[in-house]
């Protein structure tokens, strides 16, 4: 039960980078849409995948869309 506890430096080095790469690319993608990106970009730094899901979902889907025309 103890080697299950112990995670190789390989795998910490590989999930720290699936967390930066995710993060980075949930901001810079909500930025370019003007949805939200710190709240992508932070939440995709701490968890994965459910992030990315969300945001496929919400965001890349249109459901939460901003009326930016709202004037014409």
């Given at each position: ?23 980075t690319w949930l901001f810079v993608d909500a930025r370019k849409r003007d949805s939200m990106p ?8 701490i968890q994965t995948p459910m992030p990315l ?20």
């Amino acid at each position: 039960m103890e080697e299950l506890k112990v995670l190789p430096i390989w795998a910490w080095i590989l999930l720290a980078a699936v967390l930066i790469a995710q993060s980075t690319w949930l901001f810079v993608d909500a930025r370019k849409r003007d949805s939200m990106p710190w709240l992508w970009g932070i939440w995709g730094l701490i968890q994965t995948p459910m992030p990315l899901v969300f945001y496929f979902i919400f965001v890349r889907s249109g459901w939460f869309r901003r009326n930016r025309n709202k004037d014409k």
